[in-house]
């Protein structure tokens, strides 16, 4: 059972546009702490997606974004590529002291 | 290049011990914290240590308090994690990453991740 919670799996065809939520408690993303997304594409170690709850590093193509909310946190997906079929995780800070991840979303290109 | 490589992962019996290492490079090692990710076999994301810049704050997860040591060499650039009391689900595969600033707190993300290396716990 991860601290943040994600769905299990998503899908889109190419082109069109996806969401993943990730849903928190007051002391994690509620209490203020940021989010980050990371994508695993198959076979591979995770890579840094959004950091700061909405900001790309360099190199991350602008179709993908962030936002929070409250409790929660969302990460859309526009104009929808094959190669964006992968895992998706979003990650953030509990009042635990500890780094606590989402359970991870599957994202399936149609 | 800015980059982290783990080594030391392997096969162990239940109640034995491993360290793991991960070599950086192409950065200011000392200034960033760095944590242990691991991943069981079809399974996601968890978070196993974190360790400060300096190396004086450390944080764990529960599943492995008590069990883990992490701890870093400045002078090297090279961050450790000493295991314990193996498990069969501590069974993993084991990353290295590094942190975008000196502490593991509330705006701590991981920027730069090692491929991993691999932890089998079984008889």
């Known amino acids: 059972q991860s601290v943040l919670t994600q769905p299990p799996s998503v899908s889109g065809a190419p082109g069109q546009r996806v969401t993943i939520s990730c849903t928190g408690t007051?002391?994690?993303?509620?209490?203020?702490?940021?989010v980050q997304w990371y994508q695993q594409l198959p076979g591979t170690a995770p890579k840094l997606l959004i950091y700061?709850?909405?900001n790309r590093p360099s190199g991350v193509p602008d179709r993908f974004s962030g936002s929070k909310s409250g409790t929660s946190a969302s990460l859309a997906i526009t104009g929808l590529q094959a190669e964006d079929e992968a895992d998706y995780y979003c990650q953030s800070y509990d009042s635990s002291l500890s780094v606590v991840f989402g359970g991870g979303t599957k994202l399936t290109v149609l | 290049e800015v980059q982290v490589v783990e080594f030391g992962g392997g096969l162990v019996q239940p109640g034995g011990s491993l360290r793991l290492s991960c070599a950086a490079s192409g950065f200011t090692f000392n200034i960033y914290a760095m944590s242990w990710v691991r991943q069981a076999p079809g399974k996601g994301l968890e978070w196993v240590s974190g360790i400060s810049g300096s190396g004086s704050r450390i944080s764990y997860a529960d599943s492995v308090k008590g069990r883990v040591t992490i701890s870093r060499d400045n002078f090297k650039n090279a961050l450790y994690l000493q295991m314990n009391s193996l498990r069969a689900d501590d069974t993993a595969i084991y990353y290295c990453?590094?942190?975008?600033?000196?502490?593991?707190?509330?705006?701590?993300?991981?920027?730069?991740w090692g491929k991993g290396t691999t932890v089998t716990v079984s008889s």
């Open positions: 700061g709850n909405a």
């Open positions: 007051s002391s994690n993303i509620g209490a203020g702490s940021d």
């Open positions: 990453a590094k942190g975008e600033g000196r502490l593991v707190n509330s705006y701590y993300y991981m920027d730069v």
